[in-house]
C-alpha cells in the first residue's frame, strides 16, 4: 500500500488519509451510493480519475468518493453529466483562485510588514516648513523676492 504502513513494517497503521487511493470499486460503489458501472462511465468521461494498482486494478480515495457523491447529488437533481463537468471544472477554478489569493494576500502582508520594520530602522528626516524642500534645515537665510510691475 503506497503512503501506509504495512503489518510488521515500522510504526502504526492508521486510517488512509484523504488522498490516499486505497479503496476498490465495489467498495467506492457502495460507500458513494452508485453502481461500480456507473463509476467506470464517470471515468471514462473524465469526471473522477482513480489510482491504479501495478495490475491496473483501480483504487479510490475518500475524496474521490466525496466527489462521486457530489456527482451523484448534481445528477439527482437533472443536470447532464457535461453540466456537472462544467461545474466541477468551476469549482476546481474557484478552488485555485482562493489558494491563489491567499497566497498573494500572504505575500502582501509580508511586504508590508518589511516597509514597516525598514521605515522604522530609517533614522527621522528633519521637516522643513518649505514643501519643495524637504529635509532642508530651517536657517537664517534672507530671500530678497521683488514683485515685477
Known amino acids: 500500500m503506497v503512503g501506509r504502513d504495512v503489518p510488521g513494517g515500522p510504526g502504526p497503521l ?18 458513494s451510493g452508485l453502481h461500480p458501472q456507473t463509476l467506470r ?3 471514462r468521461v473524465g469526471l473522477i480519475t482513480p489510482g491504479r494498482t ?9 475524496r474521490d468518493i466525496e466527489r462521486l457523491r457530489e456527482i451523484a447529488q448534481l445528477t439527482a437533481s437533472g ?14 477554478a474557484v478552488a485555485a483562485l482562493r489558494a491563489r489569493n491567499a497566497e498573494l494576500v500572504a505575500e502582501l502582508e509580508a511586504a508590508h510588514e518589511a516597509l514597516r520594520q525598514a521605515a522604522a530602522a530609517r533614522p527621522p528626516v528633519p521637516r522643513s516648513n518649505l514643501p519643495a524642500l524637504p529635509g532642508a534645515t530651517v536657517g537664517q537665510s534672507v530671500v530678497v523676492w521683488r514683485r515685477n510691475p
Open 54 to 62: 501495478g495490475g491496473g486494478g483501480r483504487r479510490y480515495s475518500y
Open 14 to 31: 492508521g486510517p488512509p488519509g484523504e488522498d490516499e487511493a486505497v479503496y476498490v470499486i465495489s467498495v467506492a460503489a457502495q460507500l
Open 79 to 92: 443536470i447532464g453529466i457535461e453540466g456537472v463537468r462544467r461545474i466541477l471544472d468551476l469549482e476546481n
Open 41 to 43: 462511465t464517470y471515468e
